[in-house]
Every structure is written in structure tokens, then in C-alpha cells.
């Protein structure tokens, strides 16, 4: 009966306010300054959308562990029902004037609560996104390439053989493949299977998909869909933040692409030439987002410890569970949350072979205060040991904001959600916690060593920077429609040249779509919270390092079993969103700071910088065109601009 209460109570205010039409500007109110009533009002709606939510998690759930045309059809009937609340429960919160209600926590509810998303378009039109957003992941999580069939000596073409299985899936088999495999043929073969398998038919359908959503951002009162976006991090000029924080990490990137194109150019010969950027094929992953499948062969002292456990994982017989086990175990040492005891029978931890799912790792929370999973399809390598830890930090992130009021229970930013598993990483795969935990051979303390320790995290954290940094500076600017969508292939290309440093192995086109081939595009999911996070992630770790009473460099810090480091984190994790993210940093600060600073990875690889500038001297970091990348339309903008000053000044002389 409650649960119909609040629905009753919207659609009488939107009847008495006749609310036929939807918003336009942003962070609306009403007139109505009774405080009380909007609390009662708030109370009723955390009840009211926990019970919604959970209906809908469940349903996305079924679509996501087990895609079918019914799972569908479920989820999109339940999304629907919810995106009706939502605009009904807007309606009646936008009756309230509620900017100047005295209290700060319900202001900033309502904040949250006064802004409706995509429950804005009219039904048709959200009908049709909804629809475009499942099909779309449905099209990325099916997709299925062809084996690589080694050409016969003199033909010119690999070429593929009717006989042949076409149905490689990127998890595990290319993700396998383009980690193992150093073979240049095998790999641009690959790479090019993946990106014209999954970006070609996705293109249509992002392009509608951008359409409207830039409507629903517009009827929200954003410029258009990145507006939106960039909002979550609510401070003026977000973007020149983020290119001040780029620019101070890119010299250390920089260094560590110069030794890495030299190893590679070694290896592979011509095809990587050393003042040019690096085929983005040869760095050990599909995106070139994370290099650290190049350890073993590019390793800087290869006679000393090995940084991979992989080996030591499969040996001592790790499976997907045991692995979450250790993780969850690291959050129980600093006397933080173990995850209930339903995580580990609701989760799903490994791929299933009876059915279609959507592998890309997520971590869920159904709303109940209760029950939390993760749907990852984990291969048992250290790659999937650290996002098993990045997941359960998300996990960690919901069990303890567990009793803030729905509206905030998020991260302080979006990138705070990303940091906590990553943080906790940081100290789990320092040399001594892996020997502690019986994954590496004990190793004397050694500036080689330390130096392989720095290099293997670089490839991992380092590498991801320009490419954490670009995806969103691309969709923002094709939702803003500085990129066109005629243009949109280019454009990726120019910002993985400027940034990254690398170039596709093989001609594309506009009939191609790069950047589809990426999970996060065709999900709708944001991206800038992984840069976000990664700068974070040092400087949480390095004020929880200090709790934990760690002297010493930051690379070799582990705060397991501080409960001091757990005290401060959990503090943290328990604001949820309820205070302005400046403020939780510095809380966590203890009052240094309130801005992220990217400090803290500078000193961290500190001596790995000094390293990689020695071994660099003989040639230049950077390649052609790292300094170009702007978009062809801004070009004929400053060309037009140039012809238009030029003929109205020999007008004026
Ligand atoms: C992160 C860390 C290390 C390397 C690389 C990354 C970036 C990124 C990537 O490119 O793989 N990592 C992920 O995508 C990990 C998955 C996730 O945990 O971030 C997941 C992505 C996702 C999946 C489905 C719908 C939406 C987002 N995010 C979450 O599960 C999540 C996000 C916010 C709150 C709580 C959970
Ligand atoms: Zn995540």
C-alpha cells in the first residue's frame, strides 16, 4: 500500500500544477516552502525508488547474465515503468522551492531529485533510446570474429577459409590473443576483425542514440549530452582542470612511450619507426590502454624478479572465487565490510558457456541494502586478480554508504567509485604483499628490482592516462557537434595520434566506427571517471599510507591490516555523495586540500622518471603530429576566419 502512497501524492501535484510539459532549464523549483512536507516527501521516495530500483536491477540483471529477446522485452517494460515514477516524482519535487529550505542536506536531495534525465523525452522517443541502448550492447556482447588462418608463404592476404569457426569472442579469445601473440600479421588481422565487427553496424545507432539523448539533456536545461555529464563533477571549468592535470602527467607518459616504441621498434622492426607514434596494435591490448601485457619482453632488467603472477596463480590453483576471496580479505584486514554471504552465490564470477552475457566487468547494487554483485567473466591472470579489486571496491563503495538517502548513494564524484578497488590494489601488488601472500619468490631489497616493480605499474597506470583522458574529449565534442558525425572516424584518429601516441594498423575510413569498438561507447557509460580515478587513486593512497604510519618511498607502501588506513577510507566511502567532493577530499586531507593534484603519481614513479630519461637521451620522447589533432572543422573555421579578416582588412587599407 506505502508503495503507491508517494505515487498518488506526485500525480495529484502534477495534476494541480497541470504538468503536461517537461523541463527546460536546469535545477528547477516551485513555489511551495512548506520543509517539513519535503521531507515527509523525501522519506516516502527513498522507500518508494529503493523498491522501483530494485525491480529494475533485477531485470537488467537477467538481460545482462543471459541475453535474450524476452530478457529484453522484461528489461525495457520495467525501464519504462521507472522512468514514469521518476518524472511523476519530479514533477512533485520541482512544486517545491526548495533552494531555500534551511537545510543543507535536503537542498542538495532535491538538487539531485530536480533534474530528470532521460525520463524527459516524450515516450515515443524513450522508448526508442531504450531500445537503441539494449541493442547496442546486445550487438557488442554477441558480436563474434573469425580465427586468424596463417597465410601459405607467397600470398600476399591472409585469407580466411570457409571452413573456419567464426566465433571468437573478445572475452576470453582476442583479449588472449592480443596479449600472447607477437606475431604483427596475427595481431592487425585481430585488431581489425574486432573494429570492423563491432563499429560498423553500431554507427547508425549511436548516431540516433546521440540525437536523443542530446534532446533529453536539452529538455533538462544542459547544451547537450557532455554538458550533462560533465555536470556529476559540479565545479567551474572542469575542463581546464583536466588539461592542467594532463599536462602535468604527460612528460612522464611521454618517457615511458619513447622506451616502449624503442623495445617494440626492436622487436618488430620498420613498421615502428622511432620519431613516429606506435601501431596500436603491438601494445598488448585491443584499446592500447593498458601495456602491461609487454612486461616480459620489454622488461628493464629481465635477470631479476619477475613482476607477473599470473604463472604463481595458476600454479597454486586460484580459481575466480578464491581470487575475490583474497580481495574481499585485503577490505576485511583494514576493518572494513566482507561481502555477504549472498554476493557469492548471486554473483557471476566466470563465463558462462549455455549462454550469451555481457562479459564487460560491473559491479551491481540492487537497492535493498542488501544484495550486492559483480558479473565478471574472470580468466584467472593478475589482470583480472586487480579488477577483481577494482569491482569489489565498487561493492565496498555501496556496503557503506548503505544508510545514506537514495539520492546520494553514489560516489563523491563519479571517479571516487572508480578509485577505491584501485587504491587497495596498489598496495596488494607491491612486491611484499605478493611475497607475504605467497605469489612472488622473496627478493632482496634492490634498485633493479624496485625499478621492474615501477615499470610494470607504469604500463599498467601511465599507459591508460591519454587514453582515459581522450574518449571523453571526443564524445563531448560529438555530442556538442564540433565533430560531426560525418567526421567522427577522423576525429578519433587525431585525438589517439595527439594523446596516445599510437595509429591504427590499417587505413580507416568513415564507414568504420573506432571508437564503438570500446565497451563504454555503445553502454552510454562516461569515461573521464577513469582519469578522474587514476589521479585520485595516488593521492588516497598516499594519505592513507601516512594514516597507516608507512615511512619511506610510495611505491613500496601496503597498508594491510591498518585499521588506521580503513578508519579514514571507510570515513570516505560513508559521505556517499551527500557532501560536495572538494569537501571530501578535504576531510581526507585533514584540511591540506580540496582540489586532486597529480602530485602524488609524479612521486610515486619518481625514480622510474629518472630512469626512463637516461635510457631515453639518444632520442627524442614525442612523435610526429602529437602537437596536431585539431578537428578538421575547427581547421576551416580559422580558415574561413583567416580568408574573412584578411578580405576585410585589404577592404579597410
Ligand atoms: C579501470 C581500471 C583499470 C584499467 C582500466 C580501467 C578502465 C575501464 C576499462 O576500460 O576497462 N574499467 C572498467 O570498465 C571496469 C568496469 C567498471 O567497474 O568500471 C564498471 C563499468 C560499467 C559497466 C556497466 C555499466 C556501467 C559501467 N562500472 C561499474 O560497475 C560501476 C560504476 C559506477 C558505480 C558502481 C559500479
Ligand atoms: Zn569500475
Same mark, same amino acid.
Given at each position: 500500500m506505502r508503495r503507491f502512497l508517494l505515487l498518488a501524492m506526485a500525480l495529484c501535484y502534477a495534476s494541480a500544477r497541470n504538468i503536461t510539459s517537461t523541463p527546460n532549464t536546469r535545477y528547477i523549483q516551485g513555489n511551495n516552502t512548506d520543509e517539513k512536507e519535503a521531507l515527509n516527501f523525501l522519506l516516502a521516495y527513498d522507500r518508494e525508488a529503493s523498491a522501483m530500483c530494485n525491480n529494475v536491477m533485477n531485470t537488467q540483471w537477467d538481460f545482462n547474465t543471459n541475453i535474450t529477446e524476452s530478457t529484453k522485452q522484461r528489461m525495457l517494460e520495467t525501464q519504462l515503468e521507472y522512468a514514469k515514477f521518476q518524472k511523476d516524482v519530479w514533477a512533485t519535487a520541482t512544486?517545491?522551492?526548495?533552494? =531555500? #529550505?534551511?537545510d543543507p542536506s535536503i537542498r542538495r536531495q532535491f538538487k539531485v531529485l530536480s533534474v530528470l534525465g532521460r525520463?524527459?523525452?516524450p515516450e515515443e522517443k524513450l522508448k526508442e533510446i531504450q531500445q537503441l541502448l539494449a541493442d547496442m550492447r546486445d550487438i557488442y556482447s554477441r558480436n563474434r570474429v573469425c580465427p586468424y588462418v596463417k597465410q601459405p608463404k607467397n600470398a600476399s592476404l591472409p585469407i580466411r577459409m570457409? *571452413?573456419?569457426?567464426?566465433? %571468437?569472442? %573478445? /572475452?576470453?579469445d582476442l583479449t588472449r590473443i592480443m596479449a600472447k601473440s607477437k606475431d604483427d600479421n596475427e595481431l592487425t588481422y585481430m585488431w581489425q576483425q574486432w573494429h570492423d565487427e563491432t563499429g560498423r553496424p553500431l554507427r547508425s545507432k549511436f548516431m540516433r542514440y546521440v540525437e536523443l539523448s542530446n534532446e533529453a539533456a536539452r529538455l533538462n536545461g544542459f547544451k547537450d549530452t557532455g554538458d550533462q555529464w560533465r555536470?556529476?563533477?559540479?565545479?567551474? /571549468?572542469f575542463n581546464s582542470e583536466l588539461d592542467e592535470l594532463w599536462m602535468g602527467l604527460r612528460p612522464l607518459y611521454q618517457q615511458l612511450h619513447a622506451y616502449v616504441r624503442r623495445r617494440l621498434h626492436h622487436q618488430?622492426?620498420?613498421?615502428?619507426?622511432?620519431d613516429g607514434p606506435i601501431p596500436?596494435? %603491438?601494445? &598488448?591490448n585491443m584499446w592500447a590502454?593498458?601495456?602491461?601485457?609487454l612486461y616480459d619482453t =620489454?622488461?628493464? #632488467?629481465?635477470?631479476k624478479n619477475s613482476m607477473d603472477v599470473t604463472l604463481s596463480l595458476k600454479r597454486q590453483g586460484y580459481d575466480p572465487v578464491r581470487m575475490f576471496q583474497l580481495a574481499d580479505q585485503f577490505f576485511v584486514s583494514l576493518g572494513m565490510k566482507s561481502v555477504p554471504d549472498s554476493f557469492w552465490t548471486a554473483s557471476m564470477l566466470e563465463k558462462p558457456l549455455d549462454r550469451e552475457v555481457v562479459c564487460h566487468a560491473s559491479a551491481w547494487d #540492487?537497492?535493498?541494502? $542488501?544484495d550486492f554483485r559483480i558479473k565478471q567473466c574472470t580468466e584467472v591472470t593478475m589482470e583480472d586478480l586487480t579488477t577483481a579489486h577494482h569491482e569489489l571496491g565498487h561493492i565496498q563503495y555501496y556496503m557503506q554508504y548503505v544508510n545514506q538517502p537514495l539520492a546520494f $548513494?553514489? &560516489?563523491?564524484?563519479p571517479g571516487f567509485h572508480e578509485a577505491i578497488g584501485d587504491v587497495v590494489a596498489l598496495s596488494v601488488s607491491t612486491p611484499k604483499h605478493m611475497q607475504k601472500i605467497g605469489l612472488l619468490d622473496k627478493a632482496a631489497d634492490d634498485p633493479e628490482v624496485d625499478i621492474n616493480y615501477l615499470y610494470s605499474m607504469a604500463l599498467d597506470k601511465i599507459a591508460f592516462l591519454p587514453f582515459g583522458f581522450l574518449l571523453d574529449q571526443w564524445r563531448w565534442k560529438v555530442f556538442s557537434g564540433e565533430i560531426p558525425f560525418d567526421q567522427m572516424n577522423k576525429a578519433w584518429w587525431d585525438l589517439r595520434l595527439r594523446y596516445q601516441g599510437v595509429a591504427p594498423p590499417v587505413n580507416r575510413s568513415?564507414? /568504420? #566506427?573506432?571508437?564503438?569498438?570500446?565497451?563504454?561507447v555503445p553502454a552510454n557509460t562516461p569515461y573521464i571517471r577513469y582519469f578522474v580515478s587514476f589521479v585520485l587513486q595516488f593521492q588516497l593512497h598516499k594519505v592513507l599510507c601516512e594514516a597507516s604510519g608507512h615511512v619511506g618511498? %610510495?611505491?613500496?607502501c601496503d597498508i594491510y591490516q591498518s585499521r588506521e588506513a580503513g578508519k579514514l577510507l571507510a570515513e570516505l566511502l560513508k559521505l556517499g555523495s551527500s557532501k560536495p567532493w572538494p569537501d571530501a577530499i578535504r576531510i581526507l586531507t585533514r584540511g591540506r586540500t580540496s582540489r586532486m593534484d597529480p602530485g602524488a603519481i609524479m612521486e610515486y614513479f619518481q625514480p622510474l622518471m629518472e630512469w626512463l630519461q637516461k635510457q631515453n637521451t639518444e632520442e627524442k620522447a614525442g612523435w610526429r603530429g602529437?602537437? *596536431?589533432?585539431?578537428t578538421i572543422k575547427t581547421t576551416w573555421v580559422a580558415v574561413v576566419l583567416s580568408f574573412v579578416i584578411t578580405l576585410v582588412f585589404s577592404r579597410l587599407w
Open positions: 512544486t517545491f522551492k526548495w533552494k =531555500t #529550505f534551511r525520463a524527459a523525452l570457409e *571452413s573456419v569457426k567464426c566465433n %571468437l569472442a %573478445l /572475452d576470453p555536470a556529476s563533477y559540479d565545479i567551474e /571549468d618488430h622492426g620498420k613498421i615502428v619507426p622511432l596500436a596494435h %603491438l601494445l &598488448g590502454q593498458s601495456w602491461s601485457n =620489454t622488461v628493464p #632488467f629481465p635477470n #540492487f537497492c535493498n541494502g $542488501r $548513494r553514489e &560516489g563523491a564524484n568513415e564507414h /568504420d #566506427f573506432d571508437a564503438g569498438a570500446k565497451y563504454h618511498p %610510495l611505491h613500496k602529437m602537437n *596536431s589533432g585539431i
